[in-house]
């Protein structure tokens, strides 16, 4: 499975910006699609995952109520919603693939890919 994350950028805080990940494998709809954030000289940090089947999608706690995950089975893409971004989210996002329903540790989730930069300036 191959992953390419992509729509990062440089926004002001408050501000708005979507994330998209497109996905190379077939069987794109047999897995958990989660996004994980990673500061620097920080772990990966996970902000939310979708279901198969879109039919369940959970969040970090900074994440519930600004951010928003959604999948297109037939586009094989997944993406992030981010609304009201404050510095403390800049970050690398990350674009990942797993089997478990619920998890939120990074060795839970098989594929990664290649990270998109997303900078907030105060």
């Known amino acids: 499975v191959q992953l390419q994350a992509f729509g990062g950028g440089l926004v002001q805080t408050g501000g708005s910006l979507t994330l998209s990940c497109a996905a190379s494998?077939?069987?794109?709809?047999?897995?958990?699609m989660g996004w994980f954030r990673q500061s620097p000289g920080e772990d990966h940090e996970f902000v939310a995952a979708?279901?198969?089947?879109?039919?369940?999608?959970y969040y970090a706690d900074f994440a519930e109520g600004r951010f928003t995950i959604s999948r297109d089975n037939a586009k094989n893409t997944v993406n992030l919603q981010m609304n009201n971004l404050n510095p403390e989210d800049t970050a690398v996002y990350y674009c990942?693939?797993?089997?478990?329903?619920?998890?939120?540790?990074?060795?839970?989730?098989?594929?990664w890919g290649q990270g998109t930069q997303v900078t907030v300036s105060s």
């Open positions: 990942t693939a797993g089997r478990y329903v619920g998890a939120r540790l990074a060795s839970d989730y098989n594929y």
């Open positions: 494998t077939p069987s794109f709809g047999s897995y958990v």
């Open positions: 979708i279901r198969w089947d879109g039919g369940n999608s």
